[in-house]
């Protein structure tokens, strides 16, 4: 990703003419803006290149500390170990089913109760917002929430993963400027063709929120894909499990014992248990990475937009 | 209690702004007054009677809320009564202020409230003003490419989960990661960091550094790109180098958006990471890592004395919410700037 990084850099054209009008102290910071920001880059991802590294090295390799940028003795058995894992991919195919499912309800209650926000006419609107707005302040706390979850008999099932977190007040007020930004002559003149508010949502709002709707999904998949802690929580059966918590249970047992950590990952052969946790990591990591360049056109909008008073 | 459902009504008003003055009323607003008192009249039953359908899209929702947000809130008053696994989730009978005197003269309890309040407060004091410098950097940069290119690699760290920042902290840091190499190269002597009370403070700090840095300068790159340009231009004429702009110019242009993001920040700051340090501490950490968040979880969900954790747990958030409430008095009084 660097090597990406400095090429791009090479090749965009240097506005030379610019800069030579500028006085040399300021050329002189450029440069060590510069020069600063690209060590900067190169720290932010340095995590990354290591643990890339490490998934490809040879255990030997790593317990005599010799991995740092590069692979040392490259191999691919992690890989093959780690993806012959019954468990591991079960667990992956868990987070895909919480990540869709969770996703999908929470664009539901969402987008449909920011609708309902954006009605600047609607009476008792603000108590409304107050419903949701206070949450942001006060919570009802770890305790409650499990002996809630508990009572409802949601443990070890899917709903206490997805259900708690299905409305992030901020992603709703977010929708709800979007909404409000939206021309109102359009809804106007839908309801005088007698358009009810059920017709306004779905064929007129829905369809021009496209962009919005995007970002939101992509902000809850995120969000979904790497909770572990709702599953630490409420989920004592590994076959449940979603990848995070899968590599939570590889950390967790590597910072005790490091033969705990191979045989969370239940294998047999003689991997170090950082081989395996670098090669979940990777492998764990690659979606985000994946939807990251979409989610990124969108998310600054998406501050933007929620930091806009409603 | 009675202070949080009087201050319900004034943040109900407007939603959240972090841009704070960035974004003034819009000029809407003057039109709005003569629609509005013809609907202040509008009864229930008329409203009703129009916007059923409205009404009827908030009730999933509503539900929602009820069930996942409000219920947890009233099931803090097992803080007062005595809780049963199995039994009521309101708890059995009334104890008083039983538990709250029990967390008071628990030594325990004292330290990791220290705990708390340290890690916190060194968070802010090191990850609030560096985005800000961050964003003064960027905003220097001339190339586009290039200034896209580093933002999007700083956001990056942001969209990771907690499990994998966790595992890649402990790669970096083990004995025989990148931390424990350099410092060999030099001769040094390993240090299992991660074992280390006296670390763990650096460990988490540092992390959230990474974490935030390049997210938080979202706000005052957009914030910089509304500085007007012609102060600048004046600066410049009455002698001000680069220096000097940046003090003057750029920086009480970008105040409202700091002392917004501060008074968030200050407010919030006792919440620290309970996933990251939970993740990340051990029993040889305690000393210096254990948390409010984490000390509750272990006394309440592995020991079972949920009563005694959901008090913690109350008065924690009671903490949070004035916290949150003073902090936005002060902003307004000093800069006329708040939260709602």
């Keep these: ?310 | 209690m009675p202070l949080t459902e009087n201050e319900l009504p004034p943040q109900a008003a407007p939603a959240v702004s972090v841009a704070g003055a960035a974004a003034p009323a819009p000029s809407g607003l003057i039109e709005k007054p003569p629609a509005r008192r013809r609907r202040k009249r509008q009864t229930w039953r008329e409203a009703l009677e129009k916007d059923w359908q409205l009404y009827s899209l908030a009730l999933v929702p509503l539900i929602f809320f009820a069930i996942f947000k409000y219920a947890p809130m009233l099931g803090n008053v097992i803080a007062f009564r005595k809780f049963r696994p199995g039994g009521n989730i309101f708890g059995d009978e009334w104890v008083g202020l039983r538990y709250i005197e029990l967390f008071i003269n628990d030594p325990t309890f004292w330290r990791v409230f220290a705990n708390t309040a340290i890690l916190g407060g060194l968070t802010l004091i090191v990850c609030f003003p560096l985005p800000i410098v961050l964003a003064l950097l960027l905003n220097e940069v001339r190339k586009k490419r290039f200034k896209k290119i580093v933002q999007s690699i700083s956001y990056l760290p942001h969209f990771l989960s907690v499990v994998i920042v966790v595992g890649m902290l402990m790669q970096l840091l083990s004995l025989q990661g990148t931390v424990n190499q350099i410092i060999g190269a030099f001769g040094g002597e390993g240090i299992p960091f991660l074992q280390r009370a006296e670390w763990f403070r650096a460990v988490y700090v540092g992390s959230e550094v990474w974490q935030t840095v390049g997210w938080g300068t979202i706000l005052y790159l957009a914030a910089l790109t509304t500085v007007d340009e012609s102060l600048y231009e004046a600066a410049r004429i009455d002698g001000a180098g680069r220096w000097r702009q940046t003090w003057h110019v750029t920086l009480p242009g970008i105040r409202p958006t700091m002392v917004t993001l501060l008074v968030l920040n200050i407010g919030t700051f006792l919440n620290v990471g309970f996933e990251k340090v939970l993740l990340l501490y051990n029993p040889l950490t305690y000393e210096t890592a254990d948390v409010i968040s984490t000390y509750l979880y272990r006394v309440g969900l592995v020991s079972n004395n949920l009563s005694y954790a959901a008090a913690i747990g109350l008065f924690q958030a009671l903490i949070g919410l004035v916290m949150v409430l003073s902090a936005n008095l002060v902003s307004r009084r000093i800069t006329g700037t708040s939260l709602w």
Aim: glycine fraction near 8%.
């Design chain 1, 1 to 310: 990703m660097v090597t990406e990084v400095i090429a791009k850099n090479q090749a965009s054209p240097t506005r030379t003419r610019r800069v030579t009008q500028d006085s040399r102290g300021t050329r002189v910071f450029g440069a060590f803006n510069t020069v600063f920001l690209l060590l900067l880059c190169a720290g932010m991802l340095y995590p990354f290149i290591t643990v890339l590294a490490q998934s490809f090295s040879s255990p030997g390799a790593i317990k005599a500390g010799q991995v740092s940028f590069w692979p040392v003795g490259f191999n691919l058995d992690t890989y093959g170990a780690v993806m012959q894992n019954e468990t591991f991919w079960r667990n992956y195919g868990n987070t895909v089913l919480y990540t869709v499912v969770g996703t999908a309800i929470a664009m539901t209650l969402t987008t449909t109760y920011a609708f309902v926000l954006s009605k600047k006419h609607l009476k008792g609107r603000k108590v409304l917002i107050g419903i949701a707005v206070f949450t942001m302040f006060f919570n009802g706390g770890l305790v409650p929430n499990y002996v809630l979850i508990s009572s409802l008999g949601m443990k070890n099932t899917l709903w206490a993963i997805v259900l708690p977190g299905a409305i992030s007040v901020f992603n709703l007020l977010v929708m709800k400027s979007f909404f409000e930004s939206l021309p109102r002559d359009i809804e106007e003149a839908a309801q005088i063709d007698g358009l009810g508010w059920y017709g306004i949502f779905g064929r007129i709002v829905l369809p021009l929120s496209k962009a919005v709707i995007a970002t939101m999904v992509l902000f809850y998949s995120v969000a979904f894909w790497n909770d572990w802690f709702a599953a630490f929580l409420y989920l004592d059966k590994s076959e449940l499990f979603p990848v995070t918590l899968f590599l939570r249970n590889l950390i967790a047992g590597a910072s005790t014992s490091t033969s705990e950590g191979a045989a969370a990952a239940g294998t047999t052969t003689e991997l170090l248990s950082a081989n395996i946790e670098s090669v979940t990591m990777i492998l764990t990591v690659i979606p985000i990475l994946c939807v990251y360049p979409f989610v990124q056109r969108y998310f600054v909008s998406g501050v933007m937009l929620g930091s806009v008073k409603g």
